[in-house]
């Protein structure tokens, strides 16, 4: 079935750039999500990416997908203490009522 | 529009009573959907809905538990004789097509 799947956690100093990684399953994944969840807050959508694309860059995130190798990446330039929060990686497939499936989450902890 | 809200924010109720969530999405969203997430996963697929029909409904998804959304417009997520194991943060978002979905801040429900 439908798999996501992600690194549990990664850290960096401020001022690096970090790059979380995500692979999926399904070949027919139509659009890619990256959402942003700070402690006790909800899922902040942060960008997405159609399957036709191979990169989006919007401000410090840059995303990176490799539809062969169902591999999506998101890179944040720049990190700050801010950034600390945990990033979901979620697919959907256009014919399926775009219901999301997500993986475990990233924890990503900026250190100063 | 100041994007999709949830209420309540928190519930707490003793097993076997029912309970209900309201969610109103982003205005002219006309797809809103239901997850559920528990502490150190991903969100859980529910359901879904394009305007007031309910296309999809989770495996997940036992009798006690119902959806509604009247008019197309805002939905309710009911769950009957509670039970412990159904302590999680639920969680609304809404989209319309070719857009990410955006969550509401959900409602953190404990089933003493």
């Known amino acids: 079935g439908e798999d996501v799947e992600q690194s549990l956690f990664l850290s960096v100093r401020e001022g690096d750039s970090s790059v979380i990684n995500c692979t999926y399953t399904d070949s027919s994944s139509t659009y890619l999500y990256w959402y942003k969840q700070e402690p006790g807050a909800g899922l902040q959508l942060l960008t997405y990416i159609f399957s036709n694309m191979d990169m989006k860059q919007d401000q410090r995130l840059t995303v990176l997908l490799n539809k062969k190798d169902k591999h999506l990446s998101l890179r944040i330039a720049d990190t700050q203490t801010g950034d600390s929060a945990i990033y979901f990686c979620?697919?959907?497939?256009?014919?399926?009522?775009?219901?999301?499936?997500w993986g475990l989450g990233t924890s990503l902890a900026v250190n100063p | 529009d100041t994007g999709v809200s949830q209420n309540p924010r928190h519930k707490i109720t003793k097993r076997g009573q029912n309970v209900t969530f309201r969610c109103d999405p982003i205005s002219e969203h006309n797809r809103l959907y239901w997850y559920r997430q528990t502490l150190g996963q991903g969100p859980e697929f529910l359901t879904y809905?394009?305007?007031?029909?309910?296309?999809?409904k989770s495996r997940l998804l036992s009798d006690r538990f119902s959806a509604e959304r009247p008019k197309g417009s805002f939905s309710t997520l009911e769950i009957q004789r509670t039970e412990q194991g159904d302590s999680a943060m639920y969680l609304c978002a809404s989209s319309r097509s070719g857009q990410g979905s955006y969550f509401g801040p959900g409602t953190r429900l404990t089933v003493l």
């Open positions: 809905f394009q305007n007031e029909a309910q296309l999809e």
């Open positions: 979620a697919e959907a497939n256009a014919g399926n009522n775009r219901k999301l499936i």
